[in-house]
């Protein structure tokens, strides 16, 4: 994984994290490569083919895919990232093969990253 650029703040209001991944099927049936966020609260990925957060490789393939981790600001105590540096880690998991990784990430959010304010409704 590369955390190829600085974070930014998308017009969602949540903290926008571009990742690239480098993917290769070895095996001689299709594969699916599945990604998860762990550590880090709020967090999801967004920009896979296909769903959300996996990636059907065909036999032989080899590619490289750039996807985001998205999260909110904290709001709270385990809701959202804190301004700065946050670790977390990326679960994959490869089927059939049943191969599962963690690989240790570090996400960024803007020193001046505050949540949003609510309205007067009480809404963000």
Same mark, same amino acid.
């Given at each position: 994984m590369d955390a190829s650029t600085a974070a930014?703040? +998308?017009?969602? +209001?949540?903290?926008?994290n571009k990742f690239r991944i480098l993917a290769s099927n070895r095996g001689k049936s299709e594969a699916t490569l599945t990604l998860a966020v762990d +550590?880090?609260? +709020?967090?999801?990925?967004?920009g896979?083919?296909?769903?959300?957060n996996t990636l059907a490789l065909t036999p032989g393939e080899t590619t490289q895919r750039e996807f985001d981790v998205i999260a909110p600001v904290a709001v709270g105590v385990g809701q959202g990232v804190l301004p700065g540096v946050?670790?977390?880690?990326?679960?994959?998991?490869?089927?059939?093969?049943?191969?599962?990784?963690?690989?240790d990430?570090?996400?960024i959010a803007p020193m001046d990253s505050t949540p949003p304010k609510a309205t007067a409704d009480g809404k963000p």
């Open positions: 930014t703040v +998308g017009t969602d +209001g949540l903290i926008h +550590g880090l609260p +709020g967090a999801r990925i967004t896979m083919v296909g769903s959300e946050n670790r977390f880690r990326i679960l994959t998991h490869m089927v059939p093969a049943q191969r599962d990784a963690a690989l990430e570090t996400f």
